[in-house]
Structures are given as C-alpha cells and as structure tokens.
C-alpha cells in the first residue's frame, strides 16, 4: 500500500468506529432515561461490581457486566450502526432453496432483521432481557 492509501484506511478506520461507538452511547443514554426501572438495575450491577472489586482495573470490572452487555445488546439490535451489509459468493451455493451463483452480491438487511416479529418478541420493545 502506498503511504496515501496508509493514511486513507486509518482516517476511514478511526471514525468508522468513533461514529459507531458514539451512536451507540448516545442510544445507551437514551434508553436509560426513557427505562429508569432498567437504569436502576444496570447501576445496582455497576455499583456491586465496584464494591467487590475495589482493586480490579476498571477494564476488568466492565468485563463482569453482564445486565451492562444485555443494555448494550439490545441497544445495538434496536439501533445497528449498519442498517445493511454485504458479502459475494465465493462459490455457488444453494440457501433455502435459492439457486445463488458464485461472484453474486448478496445484502444482508440487519435492521429488518432486528426488527422482525417472526424473530423477536415484540420486536418494538427494548428489553435487555431478552
């Protein structure tokens, strides 16, 4: 790669994932002021998490955070940071009955998905627990 490319795949690299990971914040926030019933649960976690392990990083300590991961989770099922993505067939292949020849583009619709009711429960709904 020359030095331009270099810098190119950087700079794309260093906001793809600033933007990704500031959405999903924002989105986290969100739906912690909207479910303060969710808030408080995620906080006795943070808050026992902390009592318990006074002299852990603060890294290994989010590690622990299941309900943490599950508030995550969802957030990103709801709110993907891609609402699709897509792959090409390397080889032809058939997929449920579908005929997909080699070197095809196939898309990849995650927000449908994560918004379907013959997968979710509720699909609408934010719940951590699911």
């Given at each position: 790669m020359t030095d331009e490319e270099v810098i190119?795949?950087?700079?794309?690299?260093?906001?793809?994932?600033?933007?990704t990971s500031s959405n999903t914040l924002s989105f986290v926030a969100y739906y912690l002021a909207l479910y303060p019933e969710i808030q408080h649960k995620m906080r006795q976690e943070v808050t026992a998490a902390l009592r318990t392990n006074p002299n852990s990083s603060l890294y290994d300590i989010i590690q622990g955070l299941d309900y943490l991961q599950c508030v995550i989770s969802e957030?990103?099922?709801?709110?993907?940071?891609?609402?699709?993505?897509?792959?090409?067939?390397a080889i032809p292949c058939i997929v449920n009955g579908i005929s997909i020849p080699a070197g095809?583009?196939?898309?990849?619709?995650?927000?449908?998905?994560?918004?379907?009711?013959?997968?979710?429960?509720?699909?609408?709904?934010?719940?951590?627990?699911?």
């Open positions: 190119a795949q950087s700079v794309v690299s260093l906001v793809a994932g600033h933007d957030t990103q099922r709801l709110n993907p940071a891609s609402h699709f993505f897509s792959r090409q067939s095809v583009e196939i898309l990849i619709p995650v927000y449908a998905l994560h918004h379907d009711s013959d997968l979710w429960h509720n699909p609408e709904t934010f719940d951590p627990e699911r």
